[in-house]
């Protein structure tokens, strides 16, 4: 059911106050809840490790997939600007291969940073959209995540085995359900993890043009609402992520704001991770009932980069 305070903003409105960090770590801040990650509570994640087993949480970089024909963004586009049969004709004693790739950083797996998005005119901790300019993210960059995306994860399935309806808004009472349900706790600098199945359901059909922005028209898919964020600043989550395109429920062409990330990115300090692919660990946790991870998620640190590619590992 479509919530008319988010279709007309109003939501932002009526929990930015509420939701606010600004200032809470002083004013020259640029890690939001990512504070809440101590080296205390990073030490401590490490108690989740006990068979070693590593999954990696990232999209393979490729040029065909997530993004479908028609999205703004470019999927990674691969080159060799040196090869082995380059050796080979050259005749050299010794030879190597070299590449280069080109993308759009949102377009795979990755971290929004602070810079993202604005709202009136402004970005997390008060700064003006006006320091984010063809040079790049004068503040509020992603560089500063780099050396602090590293913790406890926890993760979250939503529809297990299968995939939540498209339009489904996730509340926090299905968080706390869940979380009860796999008898595991979310606490103060957790990194929460949420499938939805959404990135598997599109991968089997291979129906990427539903997945993402395509000619301009948002895509219709399950993720969190708005009104989920309060519990999750209650909660004090340090960052949370996804496996759909764009983290919040979407509802195609009626879709005219973006409210979760106006008030996670801007009011709140919360990073946001899209497009984490989570059906493998997923299936793990349920095997074993661990639903916590050391999760390892430090972006690229792109100077002014507005967002940053990654490959989150969580180790078990």
Known sequence: MNDPDIESGNVVDRLADQLSNWGRWGEDDELGTLNLITPERRAAAG???????????????????????????????????????????????????????????????????????????????GRSA?????????????????SRLA????????????????????????????????????????????????????????????????????????????????WLHERGVAAFGCDNWGVEVLRGPKTERLPVHELALVYMGMPIGEMFDLDRLAARCAEDGRWAFLLSAAPLPIEGGVGGPVNPIAIR
Request: glycine share 14%.
């Open 151 to 230: 913790g406890r994860g926890v993760l979250v399935d939503l529809a297990p085995g299968d995939a939540l309806p498209s339009d489904h808004e996730v509340t926090a009472a299905e968080l706390e359900e869940a979380l009860e349900r796999q008898g595991v706790e979310l606490g103060t600098g957790d990194v929460l993890l949420v499938c939805t199945g959404r990135l598997g359901q599109i991968r089997a059909a291979g129906t990427w043009r539903e997945f993402t922005e395509t000619d301009g028209v948002f895509p219709e898919e399950p993720g969190i609402g708005a009104a989920a964020l309060p």
């Open 47 to 125: 108690e989740c490790v006990r068979t070693g087993e590593v999954f990696s949480l990232g999209i393979p970089l490729n040029s065909a997939w997530p993004q479908g024909d028609g999205s703004g963004r470019l999927n990674c586009q691969h080159l060799m600007v040196e090869t082995g049969a380059d050796a080979l004709v050259a005749g050299a004693e010794v030879g190597w291969a070299d590449d280069v790739i080109t993308m759009s950083v949102h377009a795979h797996t990755h971290w929004d940073a602070f810079s993202h998005i604005f709202h009136r005119g402004k970005m997390y901790n």
């Open 130 to 146: 006006g320091e984010v300019t063809a040079a790049g993210a004068g503040a509020n960059s992603i560089v500063p995540f780099a």
